[in-house]
């Protein structure tokens, strides 16, 4: 019900010419009340070049997006559904939370991809159509102006194939040159649809990008947190991100045993679902740990499901983590983010963060993270929302990931 | 972070990728999956003429500059975005892959890795192609169904054949043994070309110009573990030096080192043989190769079969990328030849390699043109079974191991040591002759008999040798045979002490060989008899037991003395069947008397044991046996052993307990001349002491012998057990025998053994008569049983 105004030092500024970054957040109920509140803080009476709407699904987010929108003067707007809304004094679920960033140092172009066959319910999707979707939001980089450092931001449908494919294009798109940064939309864990809002319409199925070109440099952090557990089990058959059998054993079999599940965890689909937030895989790349987010799993099949491709023939470890592990990996993303900005203070912190960690973290969990956030914003304004799936690329090719936080730093 | 593992699963990952289907964008997948593979930015699939036909990562300019290199193809190269390390492989002969990475260079597992990622992408191209011509035939016309069907069998194949790499992978990544991957390579390239034979080569880090072929596969190929390939024309080797693919088509006996085991033929025919040789690699050096064999004009070896077996070569190169996998190899290949020649306790030669070695010397020798003696040393621990029992195992072990340093320290380094068996160890001095064999084995005596320290106990450890200098005829079995020879006369004559096989040695032995013929023909022949020696109760001078004694009716001879045969016997183990032979037939007999006759019903009966019997675990059921058929009462036999054999062939103890289940009791034999443990007394379930004749005969001449005499008979009634005289022929001797209260006696005094027709009646004459002790007089003579009873109401003494 409060009306927040959530200013760091550096973004009170004038509308000219020095870049910043402004936070608003509203947890009023009433969808477009909500979302006048938070952009209206965020904006501050300024003109900003970007919006970035994280909403919780409680709201209607048609609504929210149209709303937004007519607020939002000449600046583009993006945005995506969410499993829980962070800023810099904690996190909430069923809020709406409004990124808005401008002044004269940043370019900004903005671009959407929609996957067909994701609009037809039950369409049985192929990860070309993903792919292209990518492609073509990612399409931004090349409309943007080039200044001396860019990124794309994207947000992608957690729940629609292959994400590893929503990389794949993007970096098609992109090259070498620019990093990847962003997150999968999520529903509060129904794991039913999630939605992206592109100017004033939503979609699902959708990837929207805004690339950001600026002055200034541009950080992004990741890290996991995830620890192995046990032997490693080899992937003996799997197709795309379902999993069949590892070790040759039927792969819900192997998964639950390895978990010591529960009994109610193995018959009951949603609290598999619950169950699974916080016991990803990992699999094994060349010098680190790639985490595989467990969605859900064929009870009749004995297969699990993941959102990204868990590639036969690997190896995959069960993995675990505890409060200590996940706020550790809090800190070192910051610090890996802030390092890349050198000497120059952040202007704001947004983070993608796996709706598992905060699964592991609960509540108090989750205060400290966010604290420790703070801590390494030094006063910059926070936001960000809890996701089914991350993405960062600063090197190689791929980017996709699970269970991770990444932080993006903008300097 | 990254180690071998992490290449086979990339690679088992990348393959999986591809599916036959056709539908897939093969080159596509192949950019995104190689760069993410190697955490590269860029990757680049294109034609040999600079056509690119996929990329990732780079982008106008810079991707013109780096296809511009595509001839070079450069280790790295400078763009705008900064230095790229690179990495090209051929695609299927018309196309490169080739993938850059900004931040790291490439090292060489990745290289391997690549090129292996580029060579299965070759072959998944050339499956879709196939699937492509397939469904591209539109009239199924003869021809055309010929062709289609031709094509399904190669899908199938090369899918087999994909799904054969996927499991060799596998293996590797759940580490499955080594050898079990290798043969997984060898058998999955001979199944999928069908060649005869297939091994894996590998060249001998620690001697050049020699290589190992194992893992073999296929036809003809034996189960030995390597055969040695040091021939350089070998296509083997050949692979290796070009560190290329080798093809040779020719006549089998023009290809050097196949005769020797690669395919064995039972015709030794020629025959034409096609023979592919694929370099192997590890850390992209040639270190073998993977070699085929086919014959007669079976599969040629076309580019297809060279794609194939490379395609496995490379296989076989990522298992041994693996440095631990090499390792394995190296280890396990000389643990193998180790083991199959050494001796696991204490790492001396074992038999196999001393009776190889031993030949291969003596070849030598007689090759020489001057005289080149080879002296076998025959060592044997004295004892050694008293130390285990006593000590227990880990100590005898202990003191295995000490004897075999101390012995490997006193020859030179090219002289064999090698232990045999148990406590048996050899030494083969080449070059050397008796003299210097003797000296060697006289040095050895002293300085084994100094003591070990083992586990806090001191052991003073002797040794018995048997020095042999081989003749010039002798193969290794009779040269160690004549060794031995000579050690056991060390130990008959004493122990600790060496012996040289020499001419009389030589003699003897041959005489003791057809001794041992004789005796085994004599026991065919039952010409062994069993004559019984009456045993006399002193309180009331009658028969109460008899002692079966073996004699040799020999044809020929007549009556042979036991000391002729039974040294013998007892050398070459026919005792064993003789002792048998008695103890039955003894027990028989004596029942049978005592069936027969009343006054002999509680007969007791003394057999005697050798010391090879004592020790034979099937002793107890041999017993068993002979009173079951027999139906004397095991209360009536006593098992006579010699106090020597008493001590040192220590019957196990669950003889000696299903003995005295059996209620058979033991007779000690020449009690006083041995070392005995009064504890063996107790421990054995002994009935009887027999005194030594040696003390009866001294009695009442020296006065050591009637302490010693009179001391044992205490002894024994002490410990409730009885005591025999032995050897007594005079009246004196029994006299005082009977003053000193021994319980029985036995000796010519009663009667030489008769044979058991003539028994009963020697002892119905013993019995009848009665030796009074003198009355004045000294020395009587003997009195024997054909005198005239005296009168039977004259009680005498007692």
């Known amino acids: 019900m409060t009306l927040q105004h959530l200013d760091g030092p550096e973004s009170i500024t004038t509308e000219h010419d020095e870049p910043w970054v402004r936070v608003g957040q509203s947890t009023l109920s009433d969808s477009e009340a909500a979302a006048t509140a938070a952009t209206e803080s965020a904006l501050a009476g300024a003109t900003a070049r970007l919006l970035v709407v994280f909403a919780s699904t409680h709201h209607d987010l048609s609504r929210v997006a149209r709303c937004v929108d007519s607020l939002s003067g000449s600046a583009e707007v993006i945005g995506c559904s969410t499993a829980g809304e962070v800023v810099a004094n904690g996190a909430a679920d069923a809020s709406l939370v409004v990124m808005a960033l401008g002044g004269d140092g940043f370019s900004i172009a903005t671009g959407l991809g929609v996957c067909e066959e994701a609009q037809l319910p039950g369409a049985d999707l192929t990860s070309i159509s993903l792919r292209e979707a990518a492609v073509q939001a990612a399409s931004s980089v090349n409309r943007v102006e080039r200044r001396e450092h860019t990124v794309l931001l994207l947000l992608a449908d957690g729940l629609v194939g292959d994400q590893m494919e929503v990389v794949r294009g993007a970096y098609e798109q992109a090259g070498a040159g620019i990093p990847l940064v962003g997150g999968c939309a999520g529903d509060d864990l129904a794991m039913q649809q999630t939605h992206q809002i592109f100017g004033d319409a939503v979609y699902t199925g959708a990837v929207v990008t805004a690339a950001i070109s600026s002055d200034r440099p541009i950080g992004i952090g990741v890290r996991h947190g995830w620890e192995v557990r046990g032997e490693s089990m080899l992937v003996t058959s799997s197709q795309g991100v379902v999993v069949e059998t590892l070790d040759d054993l039927p792969a819900l079999d192997m998964y639950l045993n390895r978990f010591d599940a529960p009994e109610n965890v193995r018959t009951d689909e949603q609290a598999f679902i619950d169950f699974a937030v916080t016991r990803p895989l990992g699999i094994r790349r060349r010098d680190r740990m790639e985490i595989r987010f467990v969605a859900g799993a064929d009870f009749e099949r004995r297969t699990v499901h993941c959102i990204a491709e868990v590639p036969q023939g690997g190896l995959a470890w069960a993995m675990t983590g505890d409060v200590e592990t996940v706020l550790s990996a809090t800190d070192d993303a910051c610090a890996e983010a802030l390092a890349v900005l050198g000497d120059t203070e952040p202007l704001g912190l947004v983070m993608f963060d796996c709706i598992a960690r905060r699964s592991v973290l609960e509540e108090a969990g989750t205060d400290a993270e966010v604290s420790r956030m703070r801590h390494h914003a030094n006063g910059a304004p926070i936001s960000g929302f809890y996701t089914y799936g991350e993405i960062a690329r600063t090197r190689g090719a791929g980017g996709f990931h699970n269970q991770t936080l990444v932080v993006l730093a903008i300097g | 972070m990254h180690d071998a593992s992490w290449s086979l699963h990339t690679l088992a990952e990348f393959l999986s990728v591809f599916s036959p289907d056709g539908d897939q964008d093969v080159l596509r997948l192949a950019v995104d999956r190689a760069a993410e593979a190697f955490d590269a930015e860029v990757a680049i699939v294109l034609r040999l003429d600079g056509e690119v036909q996929r990329s990732i990562g780079v982008t106008g300019d810079e991707l013109a500059g780096l296809t511009a290199e595509c001839n070079n193809r450069p280790d790295h190269i400078r763009l705008a975005s900064g230095a790229l390390s690179l990495l090209w492989a051929p695609l299927d002969g018309s196309s490169l892959l080739a993938i850059g990475r900004f931040h790291h260079q490439f090292d060489s597992e990745e290289r391997a890795l690549f090129r292996a990622m580029a060579r299965s992408m070759t072959l998944s191209m050339r499956l879709v192609d196939a699937v492509e011509a397939e469904r591209a035939a539109r009239e ?371 005489r003791r060989a057809s001794a041992e013929s004789d005796l085994r023909r004599a026991i065919d022949r039952q010409e062994f008899v069993v004559h019984y020696q009456p045993s006399v109760r002193l309180i009331d001078q009658r028969v109460v037991g008899v002692e079966a004694l073996v004699r040799w009716v020999h044809p020929t001879r007549g009556m042979v003395r036991p000391d002729d045969f039974i040294p013998v016997a007892e050398e070459t183990g026919v005792i064993g069947e003789i002792d048998e032979f008695v103890l039955h037939e003894a027990c028989r007999q004596v029942a049978e008397w005592g069936r027969s006759d009343d006054s002999m019903a509680d007969m007791s009966l003394s057999v005697n044991v050798s010391a090879r019997q004592f020790s034979d675990p099937a ?133 030489r053994p008769r044979a058991a027709l003539e028994l009963p009646k020697m002892v119905t004459g013993i019995n009848s008569i009665r030796i009074d002790p003198p009355t004045g007089s000294e020395n009587v003579g003997i009195r024997s049983a054909e005198t005239p009873p005296l009168d039977p109401t004259d009680t005498g003494r007692l």
Do not use: W
């Open chain 2, 140 to 510: 199924v016309s003869e021809h055309q169904a010929h062709e289609v069907a031709r094509l399904l069998t190669e899908l199938q194949a090369r899918t087999a054949m994909m799904n054969h790499l996927e499991r060799i992978q596998r293996s590797i990544s759940v580490r499955r043994p080594t050898r079990e991957i290798l043969d997984g390579v060898t058998t999955g390239v001979l199944s999928h070309l069908g060649a005869q034979a297939a091994g894996l080569f590998l060249e001998d880090e620690s001697r050049p110009e020699v290589g190992v072929l194992f893992c073999v596969a296929g036809e003809g190929s034996d189960d030995a573990l390597h055969h040695e390939i040091s021939e350089r024309e070998h296509p083997a080797r050949l692979a290796v030096t070009t560190n290329g693919v080798v093809v040779i088509e020719t006549d089998r006996a023009a290809i050097p080192g196949t005769e020797d085991g690669f395919i064995n033929t039972d015709d030794g025919s020629t025959m034409m043989v096609s023979v592919l040789a694929a370099p192997v690699h590890r850390n992209g050096v040639p270190v073998g190769a993977l070699v085929l064999q086919t014959n007669n004009g079976g599969l040629r070896f076309d580019t297809e079969a060279v794609e194939i077996a490379t395609t496995f070569a490379e296989h076989a190169s990522l298992a041994l990328n693996d440095a631990s996998a090499m390792e394995a190899i190296r280890l396990a290949l000389d643990e193998a030849v180790h083991q199959a020649t050494h001796d696991v306790l204490t790492g001396l030669a074992n038999r196999n390699r001393v009776n190889q070695e031993l030949n291969r010397l003596l070849d030598a020798a007689r090759k020489s043109p001057v005289p080149h003696p080879v002296t076998v040393l025959f060592v044997d621990i004295d004892r050694f079974k008293q130390v285990n029992d006593a000590f227990g195992h880990a100590v005898g072990d202990e003191l295995l191991k000490g004897v075999a340093a101390r012995l490997q320290e006193h020859v030179r380094d090219h002289d064999l040591v090698g232990r045999l068996a148990g406590d048996e160890f050899v030494l083969i001095i080449d070059g050397r002759g008796l003299a210097d064999g003797r000296l060697l084995a006289q040095r050895l005596v002293a300085e084994l008999a100094q003591p070990l320290e083992i586990e806090h106990r001191t052991i003073t450890p002797s040794i018995s040798v048997g020095v042999a200098e081989a003749a010039l005829d002798d193969d290794a079995e009779s040269a160690l045979s004549s060794a031995d020879t000579a050690m056991y006369q060390a130990k008959q004559r004493g122990r600790g002490r060496f012996e040289l096989f020499d001419q009389e040695l030589r003699d003897s032995s041959r």
């Open chain 2, 619 to 751: 002793l107890a059921d041999s017993v068993a046996d002979a009173l079951r058929n027999s139906g004397l009462r095991p209360e009536q036999l006593y098992l006579e052993i010699t106090e020597s054999v008493m001590m040192e062939e220590a019957a196990s103890s669950s003889t000696l307990t299903r003995l005295s289940e059996l209620g058979v009791r033991l007779a000690v034999d020449d009690f006083g001349t041995g070392y005995s443990s009064l504890r063996y007394l107790r421990r054995f379930p002994v009935g009887l002491l027999k005194i030594d004749r040696s003390f009866v005969d001294g009695l009442g001449l020296e006065h050591e012998d009637e302490i010693i005499v009179e001391t044992v008979i205490g002894l024994a009634r002490s410990l409730g057990i009885a005591v025999v005289a032995e050897g007594v022929e005079t009246d004196a001797q029994l006299h005082r025998l009977t003053e000193l209260g021994c319980d029985f006696a036995q000796g010519f005094l009663f009667g």
